[in-house]
């Protein structure tokens, strides 16, 4: 039998994603594109806003008019939020636990005949055991951990994803060291909330795994894919100080420079901290990539607090953001918040965040023309070929060598468009 699958969200639900669709693989099925006819048709959804909702409905109409005789499995975060609504269509109806075990849920509805709807609660959970035995890129993504327990008032996602917990340190191991062994040069470790990793454990956590993973052989890069300003203790910092294999990109959520507004999003430190703390990274990696979150238009927020964000990311100098505009979520306490803002304002002040970004990327880039890096490249593109270097710059590579499976120095030699371009370094 044929199937597809349909990803939406975040790269935790990438990595599930991977996990389905090696174990579908494994018992026989065929996966074929979204767009091409499947016998089973897979939709990963997500929640985090009321647009990403829109968007996951109606990317389950799309997979049930593409193939209307198709099993439907509609699972991830807007079917657990949704888990008392109908979702007309859907043969299989699944939330955020059971994923590993989708190959069970089709076989049981292929002998029955029966619709099944298993949404389980998301409180007192343990870790669903999850391993990619492999993945369809050069860079793999491992899953260590669940849940969150911060309640962000603009964030839904405690609600669908659960209480905090942890893959095993034996399973990340190992699962790590397969891949590896499989030709994947870099890790990127993420989860819902990656660095609070361990937190159940007694006598292990985050800065644990980072020292035990740093030890395996041929593994030449480790990337967070996000990781909370708080979660950067002196442990952790010390391993980013201690090895390379750590790259020179961290993602930090600021969400908002104004202290006014993070204390409305219940964000759990203020931009003092913040900056503090880049500071204290910088000392340890000077040219290290710092990109980062920021919401606009939060309910209540004004020009002065705008302004005060944009102060702090200049003061800071992030070498990229991505900016949202505030969604309504339903659900949450920030929907219930007073003063919400106005959508042309809110798009306004995304926009001069976004042109912002640009500047302060172009900026970054132009420390390293000239310069050999390390390229691990990804995908061919017609005249050579493409990837990013560990501090998370993409670069296009005129070049014959397609190979893929091995890192190449670089000499960057232009900026054009948010990416740079670069010839192989003849001397190394």
Known sequence: MKFNIYTLGCKVNTYESNVMRDALKNKGYIEVKPDEFADISIINTC??????DHKS????????AKNPNAIIIVTGCFSQNHKDEKIEGANIILGNQGKSKIVDYIETYLKNNLKICD???MNHLEFEPMILDNFNKTRAFVKIQDGCNNFCTYCIIPYTRGNVRSKKKEDVLTEVKNLVKKGHQEIVLTG????????EFEQYDFADLLNDLIQIQDLKRIRISSIEITELNNRVLDVFARSNILVDHI???LQSGSNTVLKRMNRKYNKEYFIDKINTIRM??????ITTDVITGFPGETEEEFLETVDTIQKIKFSGLHVFPYSKRDGTAACKLPNHLDNNIKKERAHKLIEL??????AYMKKFLGKTIEVLPETIYEDGIMGHTGNYLLVKVVTKDKNLTETKNVILT??????????????N
């Open 119 to 121: 949404v389980k609660q």
């Open 251 to 253: 993602h930090i959520p």
């Open 414 to 427: 232009k900026i054009e468009d948010s990416c740079c371009y670069g010839k192989l370094d003849s001397s």
């Open 357 to 362: 970004s640009k500047e302060l990327e172009v």
């Open 47 to 52: 929640t985090v806003t009321n647009t990403a």
């Open 192 to 199: 819902i909330h990656t660095g609070n990793y361990g937190a």
């Open 57 to 64: 409905k109606k990317t389950i109409h799309h997979a049930i």
């Open 284 to 289: 340890i990696r000077p040219n290290i990539s």
